[in-house]
């Protein structure tokens, strides 16, 4: 009887509220007297006590504490997503069920000893309080979307298996991110013409480290840094409130359109170089190959890192294996779609019968209708269509694929996209559901 359908379940076995704090409508004096008809106690307090880990040499022991909606693919480093039935219920993802992408312990960083600091420039190294961060520059805020390079990789190691984490179509989500403007902020520190002659890219540190002490790094062009519409904030605020400790707290990069890797969080230090950053991450990882690389074959350095991302849509609704009533006539079907880069997606295609017929779904942004500006749509649109059920089909073969303002759309199968790393996977994507007399 739930209005929500059977998301309801979410919950079953655990504490309520994390699920009343992703959905506000429930705050309400009648929909606490409609349950407390099914109330069966309090959970004792001891209970709800973190089940944090006492061993001092564990350095996931301090780890924050996360919604138990989010699937976990890997907990130590943690890794985990929303589940997909939940990703488009809401235009903006609610912090705690944001896909959350780590790959080393998340570090404990005091927002008041805490310096960014800032190399290359010709002043020498610039050393930056948050605080400093806060004032002295304009609280710039952009809608964007994170999808990691990985998002969707399941569907590849059903081709054959890849090396990475297995997510699935929830590796992705939006949000508003508010914070300095990287370009105002080499700017002001004294980026001049004369430093772009030999500096191509920029690269990020973070303070999490591995054993080796080495940090998570990556880097991005100088172009996109620098450019006015290139919005690349130094952000220290996620959903209007500072970042959770799992998206980077205090302070991460936030680059608008390119692969969730190179947002680096826990931002400790930038370079402005004329190379690439050194980062494992960006030398040896998150790169395409061909279907015919193989792990004996492959040279990183052949490749280049993955920036822009690649037209994307996804069905979120209705789930794989589920079924409809003939009785129903329809089908409404939900779902995501975006294109790195700043392209829009202006189009998204939908078929329930794996193809041969084609409808066009109705795409919606921010809750404010405004257009993002050309060559900066930063965001997801998400996209609903209530389909005819064809006459006598006793499975449904539910299909999506999306097209940009560059007229780019996704391939129709994974086969010939297949890489060994399980990265940029973004085929048509495709959902069986049962038809019930
Ligand atoms: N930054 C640091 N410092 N350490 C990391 O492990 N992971 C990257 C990126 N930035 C990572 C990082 C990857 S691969 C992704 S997809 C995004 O963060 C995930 O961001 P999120 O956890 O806020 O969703
Ligand atoms: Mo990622």
Not at 37 to 65: A, C, F, H, M, W
Not at 118 to 144: C, D, H, M
Not at 153 to 164: A, P
Not at 199 to 214: R, S
Request: aromatic fraction near 8%.
């Amino acid at each position: 009887m739930h209005p929500g359908g059977d998301k309801i379940l979410l919950a079953a076995g655990g504490a309520l509220e994390p699920y009343w704090a992703l959905y506000a409508v429930h705050k309400e004096e009648h929909v606490l007297e409609i349950l407390s008809e099914y109330k069966i106690g309090v959970l004792n307090p001891e209970s709800l006590k973190r089940q944090e880990s006492t061993d001092p040499l564990d350095p996931y022991s301090g780890e924050p504490s996360r919604h138990p909606a989010l699937q976990i693919n890997s907990l130590k480093p943690f890794n985990a997503e929303p589940p997909a039935s939940v990703l488009a219920d809401s235009y903006i993802t609610p912090s705690a069920i944001f896909f959350k992408r780590n790959h080393l312990p998340v570090p404990k960083v005091d927002p008041e000893t805490y310096r960014l600091e800032i190399e290359g420039l010709p002043s020498g190294v610039v050393s930056v309080t948050l605080s400093e961060l806060k004032s002295r520059f304009p609280k710039r805020t952009i809608t964007a979307t994170l999808q990691c390079a990985g998002n969707r990789r399941s569907e590849m190691n059903k081709v054959k298996q890849v090396k990475g984490l297995n997510w699935g179509i929830a590796a992705i989500s939006n949000a508003t991110w508010s914070g300095a403007s990287l370009r105002e902020v080499l700017l002001h520190y004294g980026f001049t013409p004369e430093v772009a002659i030999n500096a191509k890219h920029i690269q990020f540190e973070g303070l999490d480290k591995d054993v080796t002490g080495a940090a998570y790094g990556a880097s991005i062009p100088l172009n996109k840094a620098l450019s006015e519409e290139g919005d690349v904030l130094l952000a220290y605020e996620m959903n209007g409130e500072d970042l959770p400790p799992d998206h980077g707290y205090p302070v991460r990069v936030v680059v608008p359109g390119v692969v969730g890797a190179r947002n680096v969080k826990w931002l400790g230090r930038i370079v402005v170089s004329h190379e690439e950053s050194k980062s494992h991450w960006q030398q040896n990882d998150y790169k395409g190959f061909s279907p015919g690389t193989d792990w004996d074959t492959v040279d990183f350095k052949s490749a280049p890192a993955i920036q822009e991302l690649p037209i994307q849509s996804a069905i979120t609704h209705p789930a794989e294996g589920s079924s409809v009533e003939r009785g129903d006539e329809e089908v409404t079907i939900k779902g995501y779609a975006w294109s790195g880069g700043g392209r829009e997606v202006v189009r998204v295609d939908v078929s329930v019968d794996g193809g041969n017929t084609w409808h066009v779904a109705k795409l919606y942004s921010s809750d404010l209708g405004q257009n993002p500006a050309p060559g900066r749509a930063w965001a997801w649109k998400l996209w609903e269509i209530d389909v005819p059920l064809p006459d006598g089909a006793q499975e449904l073969e539910i299909v999506c694929k999306a097209v940009d303002n560059s007229y780019n759309t996704q391939p129709d199968t994974v086969g010939p996209i297949w890489n060994l790393r399980g990265v940029l996977s973004n085929a048509w994507h495709r959902v069986k559901v049962k038809v019930k007399d």
